[in-house]
């Protein structure tokens, strides 16, 4: 009967020590991830809530005035450049996915395949993130200048073919800026795509040459699976950046030519900085996010019933 008594409180005990040492853990994780939890909470969630309550008001300013219910909105959506700037951020998004995703992805391949020289590949590939991307939209801004001064237009004059318009032709300005973004931002993209082949088990692709699979095979039924989820991220993660843009078409076209490369955050940036109506910006911005959080939904929703 002791030793039945003694197991019990021994057992007791241990469970105590166990119950302690959790809570002591909880407390040490709380308090590492606090600060954090605080940043992000002042950066993003108090933000985004005030523009919720400021997109409900009339303002002068930021002063708020009055409430006025979804007033805001309906403003917002009965003006003649929201749908227009909504359909040219669903093509910037289209395009990115089409150039801008898969351009990373092909130079990650190329140098993952490249058995000389790959750190100098890597550098070169990376180096234009090293430009501030304001100055490299300015810069590239003179390449595609229209008229006999644009460099590319100089190029194309020494092989016989006439100065053609850029910037200014509706029809190609929403790719070409696309590629302006794809060429800033490709090579670190393309660095975190490597990062991932190196974990790839070299292994796999000793066996498969040995079993005399091509390059083309490799890449099919070895790199892109193993690919999949770090591309799947890094795509959510294109797609919510690319429905942000704004200082790209403010600085190439300020959304021109006739708003052909008008983006919804510039929208925003028009109803804030040039008319000042800051609850109608508020109201816009609070739609993006809207509409993000939707995308994101059915995204996820889609990859997750891959996986099964």
């Known amino acids: 009967m002791d030793a039945e008594m003694s197991a019990g409180n021994d057992a007791v005990a241990i469970a105590r020590a166990k119950n302690k040492q959790r809570f002591i853990n909880n407390v040490y994780g709380w308090a590492i991830?606090?600060?954090?939890?605080?940043?992000?909470?002042?950066?993003?969630?108090?933000?985004?809530?005030?523009?919720?309550?400021?997109?409900?008001?009339?303002?002068?300013?930021?002063?708020?005035?009055?409430?006025?219910?979804l007033a805001n909105y309906r403003a917002v959506l009965n003006h003649p450049d929201f749908f227009p700037a909504l359909r040219?951020?669903?093509?910037?998004?289209?395009?990115?996915?089409?150039?801008g995703f898969l351009v990373p992805v092909f130079i990650a391949l190329l140098i993952g395949e490249t058995t000389r020289g790959r750190g100098f590949f890597r550098t070169a590939a990376y180096f234009p993130n090293f430009v501030p991307g304001l100055a490299?939209?300015?810069m590239?801004?003179?390449?595609?200048?229209?008229?006999?001064?644009?460099?590319?237009?100089?190029?194309?004059?020494?092989?016989?073919?006439?100065?053609?318009?850029?910037?200014?032709?509706?029809?190609?300005?929403?790719?070409?800026?696309v590629v302006i973004m794809t060429w800033s931002g490709?090579?670190?993209?393309?660095?975190?795509?490597?990062?991932?082949?190196?974990?790839?088990?070299?292994?796999?692709y000793e066996a498969a040459t040995i079993d005399g699979a091509g390059i083309c095979s490799r890449i099919r039924y070895i790199t892109f699976p193993m690919l999949y989820n770090l591309g799947s991220t890094l795509l959510i993660l294109q797609i919510i950046a690319v429905f942000q843009?704004?200082?790209?078409?403010?600085?190439?076209?300020?959304?021109?030519?006739?708003?052909?490369?008008?983006?919804?955050?510039l929208l925003?940036?028009?109803?804030?900085?040039?008319?000042?109506?800051?609850?109608?910006?508020a109201a816009v911005s609070v739609l993006v996010s809207l509409i993000l959080v939707?995308?994101?939904?059915?995204?996820?929703?889609?990859?997750?019933?891959?996986?099964?």
């Open 33 to 69: 991830i606090l600060p954090s939890i605080i940043l992000f909470s002042f950066f993003v969630w108090v933000p985004l809530f005030e523009s919720v309550r400021l997109s409900l008001y009339s303002a002068q300013g930021f002063r708020r005035l009055e409430f006025v219910g």
């Open 88 to 99: 040219n951020t669903f093509s910037y998004t289209i395009w990115s996915v089409v150039i």
């Open 136 to 138: 490299s939209i300015i």
């Open 140 to 177: 590239l801004s003179y390449f595609f200048r229209a008229g006999e001064t644009g460099v590319i237009n100089i190029l194309l004059g020494h092989i016989g073919i006439g100065p053609m318009v850029w910037l200014s032709n509706p029809t190609i300005i929403i790719p070409l800026i």
């Open 186 to 204: 490709a090579g670190s993209t393309s660095l975190i795509y490597m990062a991932g082949l190196a974990g790839v088990n070299r292994e796999l």
């Open 245 to 265: 843009i704004l200082f790209q078409p403010l600085v190439l076209t300020n959304g021109g030519p006739n708003n052909a490369s008008l983006s919804i955050m």
């Open 268 to 281: 925003v940036f028009r109803f804030a900085f040039e008319r000042f109506n800051y609850p109608q910006a």
């Open 294 to 308: 939707v995308l994101t939904a059915i995204y996820l929703k889609i990859n997750k019933r891959k996986d099964y």
